[in-house]
C-alpha cells in the first residue's frame, strides 16, 4: 500500500470518525500528525499504531498547528479539518503563505462563512431567506435607540413569539434563542438577550418546518454536485426530549437507508442543489466584487440545515456537520483517502453508501445542555470503546480525557454511539444497547445521560405529520 502523511485537527468524535475511515483504507498506510483540544487515547492509539505525532493544546491555537506543521510539512500529503475553528482562524491561509505543498480539504478564511450569521444571510439566495434583520450595537447613538428598532422590528414580524434570536459570531448553536420557548415577550427577550450583549445579531423570523442537512462537497465545479452529495441527515440540537431545552452541538442524528429521510419529499431533495448552486454563485460574485481569488472557496463542504418547506436555518462552508458527518462516513463505500485527493485535484470519484440506516446518539455528562450544576468527576471502564465492528454499536469517543492510565469525562459530549441497520428502528435498537453499556460503565454510575428519543417511532411519525402539514 502507498504511505501517506495525513494532517488533521480534531475536536471530538466527528474527527475521531474521520481520522477511523482513514485508518481503514483498502489502498493507503496514513501515518496521522494531529492537533487535537483532548488528550484522547483513541487519538493515542491512532498515532502510535501508524508512527506519527500528536500535541494536546485545549484552546487549539493557530499557532500550534503551524509549529507542527513547520517541523512535519515535508511528511505531510493532506491536510483536513472536521471542526470550524481552526478554518476561520485561517490555517489554510498560513499554509499557503508559507508556500508549503500541502492540500487542503477547507476553504481559506475569508470564504468561512460560518464565521458571520449576517454575512450568511446576505449570501443566502433571497427566496430561502426568511424575513431577517442585522443589528450592530456600536452603530446606534445610545442603548435606547438600538432597544426601540428591536422593538419596531419585532412588532412588524408579529411579535416576540415569532421571531428567533441569533448572534454573528459562531456558538455551535447554542446562543440562539427562539421566541415562544426560550423567551415569551419583547421585554423577556430585550432583558434576556439584548440588553446586556455587545455584539451584532440577527433577529429572523420564526420558520415553521422539519429540518434536515444538506452535505455537499464542492470542488470548484458546480455540475459534480449530483455525484458529491451525502445521505440527507435529521439532526437533534435541543438538549432535552420533545425537541425541549437550549440549543446544543446536536444530541444526536439518525439518517435512513435511502437518500432521502421518512419525512421528506422529493422537492426537499432537490432543493439542496438548487440552494447549494444559488449560493455557491453569490459566493463567486461575491469573491469578484471584493477582489478575492474564488479558488480560495473550494474544495471544501457546504452544510447547509435545510427548513422544509423552502428555506433554509444556517449554513457552515468548511467542514462537514457535528454530529450529521458520521453516518455517512461509517456507511461510506469509497476509500475516504482516494476520495479526498481526488476531491483536491479537482477531479473526485461519485460517492457511493451502503444502504443502511444509522442512528447515533451522544453519551453527555451531567452538566451538558443545562441538565444539572457542579462538579463532578466521572471515569468510564469501557473497553468496547476501542472496537469498531459495524455488527455492534459503533463507539467513537468525543471529550474524554486519558489521565494517568484512566479516561475521564469531560464537560462535552463524552461519546458519540452509532447504531447501523436495514432500518431506523434496527438502528436505534443498537445505539440505545450501546448507549447503556457506556452508562453503565461510568464511576459514579447515574450522571451520564442521553436524550432518549432520538429517531424514535413517535418522533418520525410527528415529523412526518408536521412536513405534510406544511406542503
Given at each position: 500500500?502507498?504511505?501517506?502523511?495525513?494532517?488533521?485537527?480534531?475536536?471530538?468524535?466527528?474527527?475521531?470518525?474521520?481520522?477511523?475511515?482513514?485508518?481503514s483504507?483498502?489502498?493507503?498506510?496514513?501515518?496521522?500528525?494531529?492537533?487535537?483540544?483532548?488528550?484522547?487515547?483513541?487519538l493515542r492509539?491512532l498515532?502510535?499504531?501508524?508512527?506519527g505525532v500528536?500535541?494536546v493544546?485545549?484552546s487549539?491555537?493557530?499557532?500550534?498547528?503551524i509549529?507542527l506543521?513547520?517541523?512535519?510539512h515535508?511528511?505531510i500529503d493532506?491536510?483536513?479539518?472536521?471542526?470550524?475553528k481552526?478554518?476561520?482562524?485561517?490555517?489554510r491561509?498560513?499554509?499557503?503563505?508559507?508556500?508549503w505543498n500541502?492540500p487542503?480539504t477547507?476553504?481559506?478564511?475569508?470564504?468561512?462563512?460560518e464565521?458571520?450569521k449576517i454575512l450568511?444571510r446576505r449570501?443566502?439566495?433571497?427566496?430561502y431567506?426568511p424575513r431577517?434583520?442585522?443589528?450592530?450595537?456600536s452603530?446606534?447613538?445610545?442603548?435606547?435607540?438600538?432597544?426601540?428598532d428591536?422593538?419596531r422590528?419585532?412588532e412588524?414580524?408579529?411579535?416576540?413569539?415569532?421571531?428567533?434570536?441569533?448572534?454573528?459570531?459562531?456558538?455551535?448553536?447554542?446562543?440562539?434563542?427562539?421566541?415562544?420557548?426560550h423567551?415569551?415577550?419583547?421585554?423577556e427577550?430585550?432583558?434576556?438577550?439584548?440588553?446586556?450583549?455587545?455584539?451584532?445579531?440577527?433577529?429572523e423570523?420564526?420558520?415553521?418546518?422539519?429540518?434536515?442537512?444538506?452535505q455537499i462537497?464542492?470542488?470548484g465545479?458546480i455540475?459534480?454536485?449530483?455525484?458529491?452529495?451525502?445521505p440527507?441527515i435529521?439532526?437533534y440540537k435541543?438538549?432535552?426530549?420533545g425537541d425541549?431545552?437550549?440549543?446544543?452541538g446536536?444530541?444526536?442524528c439518525?439518517m435512513?437507508?435511502?437518500?432521502?429521510l421518512p419525512?421528506?419529499?422529493e422537492?426537499d431533495?432537490?432543493s439542496?442543489?438548487?440552494?447549494?448552486?444559488?449560493?455557491i454563485?453569490?459566493m463567486q460574485s461575491?469573491?469578484?466584487?471584493?477582489?478575492?481569488?474564488?479558488e480560495g472557496?473550494y474544495?471544501?463542504?457546504?452544510?447547509?440545515a435545510?427548513?422544509h418547506?423552502?428555506r433554509v436555518f444556517e449554513?457552515?462552508?468548511?467542514?462537514?456537520?457535528?454530529?450529521e458527518?458520521?453516518?455517512?462516513?461509517l456507511?461510506?463505500?469509497n476509500d475516504?483517502?482516494?476520495?479526498?485527493?481526488g476531491l483536491?485535484?479537482?477531479n473526485?470519484?461519485?460517492?457511493?453508501f451502503e444502504?443502511k440506516?444509522?442512528?447515533?446518539i451522544?453519551?453527555v455528562?451531567p452538566?451538558y445542555?443545562?441538565?444539572?450544576?457542579?462538579?463532578?468527576?466521572i471515569?468510564?471502564?469501557?473497553?468496547?470503546?476501542?472496537?469498531l465492528?459495524?455488527n455492534n454499536?459503533v463507539?467513537?469517543?468525543g471529550d474524554?480525557?486519558?489521565?494517568?492510565?484512566a479516561?475521564?469525562?469531560?464537560?462535552s459530549?463524552?461519546?458519540?454511539?452509532?447504531?447501523?441497520g436495514?432500518s431506523?428502528?434496527?438502528?436505534?435498537?443498537?445505539?440505545?444497547r450501546?448507549v447503556?453499556?457506556?452508562?453503565d460503565?461510568?464511576?459514579?454510575k447515574?450522571?451520564?445521560?442521553?436524550?432518549?428519543d432520538?429517531?424514535s417511532?413517535e418522533?418520525?411519525?410527528?415529523?412526518?405529520?408536521h412536513r405534510?402539514?406544511l406542503?
Open positions: 500500500m502507498e504511505h501517506v502523511g495525513i494532517f488533521a485537527s480534531i475536536y471530538g468524535s466527528r474527527g475521531v470518525a474521520e481520522l477511523l475511515k482513514m485508518f483504507s483498502p489502498n493507503y498506510s496514513p501515518t496521522f500528525y494531529i492537533v487535537a483540544k483532548q488528550n484522547n487515547p483513541m492509539r498515532v502510535k499504531v501508524t508512527g500528536l500535541r493544546d485545549r487549539l491555537k493557530l499557532s500550534t498547528h509549529d506543521l513547520e517541523k512535519y515535508g511528511e493532506l491536510a483536513i479539518c472536521p471542526h470550524e481552526i478554518v476561520i482562524a485561517g490555517l491561509d498560513a499554509i499557503e503563505e508559507r508556500g500541502i487542503c477547507f476553504p481559506r478564511k475569508i470564504f468561512a462563512i464565521r458571520s450568511q449570501l443566502f439566495p433571497e427566496d431567506n431577517w434583520k442585522a443589528f450592530h450595537p452603530k446606534y447613538s445610545s442603548r435606547g435607540e438600538l432597544l426601540e428591536v422593538k422590528w419585532v412588524m414580524l408579529g411579535g416576540a413569539g415569532n421571531v428567533v434570536f441569533k448572534p454573528d459570531s459562531p456558538a455551535a448553536g447554542k446562543g440562539v434563542a427562539v421566541g415562544g420557548e423567551f415569551h415577550t419583547l421585554n427577550l430585550i432583558e434576556g438577550y439584548i440588553s446586556s450583549f455587545n455584539q451584532p445579531f440577527i433577529i423570523e420564526r420558520v415553521e418546518a422539519e429540518e434536515s442537512s444538506c462537497w464542492f470542488d465545479s455540475g459534480h454536485l449530483n455525484f458529491l452529495r451525502y440527507e435529521r439532526d435541543r438538549a432535552f426530549e425541549l431545552g437550549p440549543n446544543t446536536g444530541m444526536g439518525y435512513d437507508s435511502k437518500p432521502i419525512f421528506m419529499f422537492e431533495w432537490s439542496g442543489y438548487e440552494l447549494a448552486s444559488k449560493l454563485r453569490n461575491w469573491a469578484e466584487e471584493n477582489d478575492l481569488n474564488p472557496m474544495p471544501c463542504m457546504y452544510y447547509l435545510m427548513a418547506p423552502h449554513g457552515n462552508i468548511g467542514r462537514p456537520g457535528d454530529p458527518d458520521i453516518p455517512p462516513l456507511t461510506m463505500k475516504l483517502i482516494d476520495f479526498y485527493f483536491v485535484e479537482g473526485p470519484s461519485n460517492l457511493n444502504e440506516a444509522s442512528v447515533l451522544y453519551v455528562p452538566t445542555g443545562g441538565r444539572m450544576s457542579g462538579k463532578f468527576n471515569k468510564l471502564n469501557f473497553e468496547g470503546l476501542w472496537i465492528d459495524q454499536p463507539y467513537l469517543p474524554i480525557e486519558l489521565s494517568d492510565g479516561v475521564y469525562v469531560k464537560t459530549r463524552s461519546v458519540a454511539v452509532v447504531g447501523l436495514e431506523i428502528e434496527d438502528a436505534r435498537r443498537l445505539a440505545l450501546g447503556e453499556l457506556v452508562e460503565s461510568a464511576e459514579p447515574g450522571y451520564l445521560w442521553h436524550r432518549g432520538i429517531a417511532k418522533h418520525i411519525e410527528k415529523s412526518v405529520d405534510r402539514r406542503a
